[in-house]
């Protein structure tokens, strides 16, 4: 406790309150009341001080880790790779504090995630007179993450901003029924994952999930592809071949379990109309037949266009609108999403680094500052994709900017005649404003 005591002369704060009067057992009184874990280590990495809320967290008292080296206290992920008190001490004080997650293993053998920052200690002559390890306990912060992600499915649906918490908050209540629901977003921003999402976290999870894509084809064709076809009498072709063969619609095999429409507004008229009286009525009469069959499936569809807009160009009923948008989740674009693109990024970093084996621990500040400045237009899989590349070409630790894809590190001038970049509006953001938001800015 001395080595920790004698920093007070060689720091002009300290100093200032030594004058003041400050008692050589007020800092580490100070020290012991922070709601945050502090352990404050010598040059030789040995344990001198445990704070009460480190106590805690790790389980030993600080009298009995006294002199005992760090590795064998503050146990975890930093002891194999990258320690940043090693680093303090290798360095010979001469690095700044560093901060690193990961997972420190307590008296119980329980893992517990953290945030450890590394702080050097100097002395006047700049030397190292020992570190200060500050310790967050993050096992609430990360039980949350956890749990929003198994909502959406791992390494799917994943986001800290506000409407993302929202939406990922709502999801189990609205996993639970049976209503119908509709998806808006922007391509890429996920709708294929959430609703996916929303049928693993259903009752319905055990039974089918159908993606319907509404191709163009003859409305016959895609009657028949829908809402399926009956047989003749007693559901058998004809041995001349006067009837055909029965045939389950998309309906049919998503029996008991979801339907998923990925693009509502490229229905016809005609089908959507059908739809709707399914809706209503659970049941569906097939393309050649009589009697309605009933039906138990939990509709989910979805647009990357504005739906409003849709009803008002006349590509989708109205009334099928209103009775879709009773239940209505909407994924925002990424440059709407500020403090995420930094987490989206940390996030698919691991998960390609884990997947393709490599050392790569995070983002120079340049690559970083690059990747938030950047628009995104493709959302979330542009994003993902461009992790993916970056993680395969880095061949070291950190992702630098000539690791990023060329589009991000050389992007295209805009035109002058403003063509290029009011296409770019028309799709990015919202009708009639010719601006591009705020929030780009900020992401």
Same mark, same amino acid.
């Given at each position: 406790?001395?080595?920790?005591l004698?920093t007070?002369?060689h720091?002009?704060?300290?100093?200032g *309150?030594?004058?003041?009067?400050?008692?050589?057992a007020?800092?580490p009184?100070?020290?012991r009341e *922070?709601p945050?874990?502090?352990a404050v280590l010598?040059?030789?990495?040995r344990?001198?001080?445990l704070?009460?809320?480190l106590?805690r967290?790790t389980?030993?008292?600080s009298?009995?880790?006294a002199g005992?080296?760090c590795? %064998?206290?503050l146990? +975890?992920s930093f002891c194999l790779? %990258?320690?940043?008190s090693?680093?303090?001490a290798k360095a010979g004080?001469g690095c700044?504090s560093?901060?690193r997650?990961?997972?420190?293993?307590?008296?119980?053998r329980r893992?517990?995630? #953290?945030?450890? $920052?590394s702080v050097p200690?100097l002395d006047r002559?700049?030397?190292?007179?020992?570190?200060l390890? =500050?310790?967050?306990?993050?096992?609430?912060?990360?039980e949350l993450? +956890?749990r929003?992600?198994r909502t959406?499915?791992p390494?799917?649906?994943?986001g800290?901003?506000?409407?993302m918490?929202h939406?990922?908050?709502?999801l189990?209540?609205?996993?639970?029924?049976?209503a119908?629901?509709?998806l $808006?977003g922007?391509s890429g921003t996920?709708k294929?994952?959430?609703a996916?999402?929303l049928h693993?976290?259903s009752p319905?999870?055990?039974?089918s999930?159908?993606?319907?894509?509404?191709t163009?084809m003859?409305e016959?064709?895609l009657d028949?592809e829908?809402?399926?076809?009956?047989?003749?009498?007693g559901g058998?072709?004809?041995?001349q071949?006067?009837?055909?063969?029965p045939?389950p619609?998309k309906f049919?095999l998503?029996?008991?379990? $979801? *339907?998923? *429409?990925?693009?509502i507004a490229d229905?016809p008229?005609a089908?959507?109309?059908r739809?709707?009286?399914l809706l209503?009525e659970k049941?569906?009469?097939?393309a050649g037949g009589?009697?309605p069959?009933r039906?138990n499936?939990r509709?989910v569809?979805? $647009?990357?266009?504005d739906p409003?807009?849709? =009803?008002?160009?006349?590509?989708?009923?109205q009334?099928?609108f209103?009775?879709?948008?009773?239940?209505?989740? %909407?994924?925002?674009?990424?440059?709407?999403? +500020?403090?995420? #693109?930094?987490?989206?990024?940390?996030h698919?970093l691991?998960l390609f680094?884990?997947?393709?084996?490599k050392?790569?621990?995070g983002?120079?500040?340049d690559?970083?500052?690059?990747?938030s400045?950047y628009?995104?237009?493709?959302?979330?899989?542009?994003?993902?994709?461009? #992790?993916e590349?970056? #993680?395969m070409?880095?061949?070291?630790?950190l992702?630098?900017?000539e690791?990023l894809?060329? %589009?991000?590190?050389?992007?295209?001038?805009?035109s002058?005649?403003?063509?290029? +970049?009011?296409?770019?509006a028309?799709a990015?953001?919202k009708?009639?404003t010719?601006?591009?938001?705020a929030a780009?800015k900020?992401a």
């Open positions: 406790m001395d080595t920790i004698a007070r002369a720091l002009e704060p300290f100093a *309150l030594a004058a003041a009067g400050l008692d050589q007020d800092l009184r100070i020290l *922070l945050f874990g502090v010598d040059r030789e990495r344990t001198l001080f704070n009460s809320a106590e967290l389980g030993y008292t009298a009995e880790v005992v080296p590795r %064998h206290v146990r +975890g790779h %990258h320690c940043p090693l680093a303090a004080g700044p560093e901060s997650e990961g997972t420190l293993i307590n008296r119980h893992k517990v995630s #953290v945030r450890l $920052t200690v002559n700049g030397a190292l007179l020992c570190t390890d =500050v310790i967050e306990d993050l096992s609430a912060l990360k993450e +956890g929003l992600t959406a499915g390494g799917t649906i994943v800290r901003c506000a409407p918490e939406l990922l908050r709502i189990p209540a609205v996993a639970g029924s049976d119908a629901v509709l $808006t922007e996920g294929d994952l959430l996916e999402a693993r976290a319905r999870a055990r039974e999930f159908v993606r319907v894509n509404a163009p003859p016959a064709l028949v829908l809402f399926g076809q009956a047989g003749p009498s058998q072709a004809d041995d071949g006067g009837g055909a063969a045939r619609g049919q998503a029996q008991n379990g $979801t *339907l998923y *429409l990925s693009e229905m008229l089908q959507q109309g739809l709707l009286r209503d049941a569906v009469v097939p009589e009697r069959m039906l499936v509709v569809a979805a $647009t990357g266009r409003e807009a849709l =009803v008002a160009a006349g590509l989708l009923r009334d099928l209103h009775r879709l948008n009773a239940v209505r989740l %909407h994924l925002p674009p990424v440059r709407e999403r +500020g403090e995420d #693109v930094q987490f989206l990024l940390t698919f691991g680094a884990t997947k393709f084996r050392p790569v621990l983002f120079s500040e690559a970083l500052a690059q990747l400045a628009d995104y237009p493709g959302n979330v899989r542009e994003l993902k994709n461009m #992790v590349y970056a #993680v070409v880095c061949p070291g630790e992702v630098l900017p690791h894809p060329p %589009h991000v590190r050389f992007p295209a001038p805009s002058p005649s403003g063509l290029q +970049g009011g296409a770019a028309s990015n953001d009708p009639g010719g601006k591009k938001p780009r900020k």
